[in-house]
T-cell receptor
């Protein structure tokens, strides 16, 4: 059974139209991460939550926000998507600092 | 400076042969972890193998083994008996230190990846 679930797998939005990507996990892990991965590049960390403690990477644009209403769910909100935000968005979780990060299948975002 | 370096943008291997994917890293931490992930064209990131900095034995997981040379700061992935399904992008990643909360909790730094193509 899938442990880290991302919905939808494919998302198409229009330039400037807000979009929300979701991630859920059945592992009861404390930490959840959101990564952005552009074509043929390494994943880039946007932010992470340790429980409800939100940590933003210094170079994450303000256009990207996140919510974690409970342990299981985490959302990525893109307030005004630009063409440059088209990418794969990966969610990952970890139970402790020394554990392996497990990734969801990703959401591929297209911006028209 | 790059913390994780994968010098091979692309690698080709014949089916059933072994292949080594290179990874070097740079850290001043004593405690760190090294990971390899596989990313097929579908996009999901699949965990393959882990090596802790204090582990004396090289990690192995089925056909995957990690050739850990701490003094050289290298953590090469060896895939034995390649299969067509092994064709994918492979990422080496490092987790440095890590403490409860804060801005670096379990954070992974990824290399640029190596595209492996397995020929029949």
């Amino acid at each position: 059974d899938a442990m880290v679930i991302q919905n939808p797998r494919y998302q198409v939005t229009q330039f400037g139209k807000p979009v929300t990507l979701s991630c859920s996990q059945t592992l009861n892990h404390n930490v959840m991460y959101w990564y952005q991965q552009k074509s043929s590049q390494a994943p880039k960390l946007l932010f992470h939550y340790y429980d409800k403690d939100f940590n933003n990477e210094a170079d994450t644009p303000d256009n990207f926000q996140s919510r974690r209403p409970n342990t299981s769910f985490c959302f990525l909100d893109i307030r005004s998507p630009g063409l440059g935000d088209a990418a794969m968005y990966l969610c990952a979780t970890v139970g402790s600092a020394t554990d392996t990060q497990y990734f969801g299948p990703g959401t591929r975002l297209t911006v028209l | 400076a790059q913390k994780i370096t994968q010098t091979q943008p692309g690698m080709f291997v014949q089916e059933k042969e072994a292949v080594t994917l290179d990874c070097t890293y740079d850290t001043s931490d004593q405690s760190y972890g090294l990971f390899w992930y596989k990313q097929p064209s579908s996009g999901e990131m699949i965990f393959l193998i882990y090596q802790g900095s204090y582990d004396e034995q090289n990690a192995t997981e089925g056909r995957y083994s990690l050739n850990f040379q701490k003094a050289r700061k290298s953590a090469n992935l060896v895939i034995s008996a390649s299969q067509l399904g092994d064709s994918a992008m492979y990422f080496c990643a490092m987790r440095e230190g890590g403490d409860a909360g804060g801005t670096s909790y379990g954070k992974l730094t990824f290399g640029q990846g190596t595209i492996l193509t397995v020929h029949p």
